[in-house]
């Protein structure tokens, strides 16, 4: 039985409009597909969508009640289109007109849960308080945890001394965390 190379089929041509393909990562020969407009995104891909830490979304979470994500297994975030435009509406008004929490809060409220394409940009009263927000120093607790570790004595320590004495840091900053949660 004699061995012959086989011939691969030519390959499809791609029927997707240009907007549902990204371009090839590098190393990968196939396009990748977008989700569909409607489809229900990650707090990974909101947040690379709307340029936003993950750890924010979960903190506007906690600050506004009408950000509702579907929670699966695992306690992983599902965001539907209509979260990503509240999300990205409380990012113009946080970042960009320069409200503060309290303030989008209130435009919340006042909005029966919706925010507004027409509002103005904050009132410098409001501005002034968001700009003391952001200036806020750390409590001086968090202060105590940052701080660099006494000096080592000048005797050179084992790897065991060491090691425990970066243990008996950590224990303690740790400890000074428990103590701040209520």
Known sequence: MIWRPVEEPPQPANDLPANDVDTPVPGDQRPRLRKAAGAFRTISEVADELHIPQHVLRFWETRFPQVKPLKRGGGRRYYRPDDISLLRRISDLLYIQGYTIKGVQRLLREGGGRLADDIPPAPDSERAAAEAERALPE????????????????????????????????????????????
């Open 139 to 182: 409590p001086p607790q968090m202060q105590l945890l940052i701080q660099e570790p006494p000096p080592v004595t000048p005797r050179r320590l084992t790897e065991t001394e060491r090691l425990r004495a970066a243990l008996s840091r950590t224990l303690a900053q740790l400890e000074a965390m428990r103590a701040l949660l209520p």
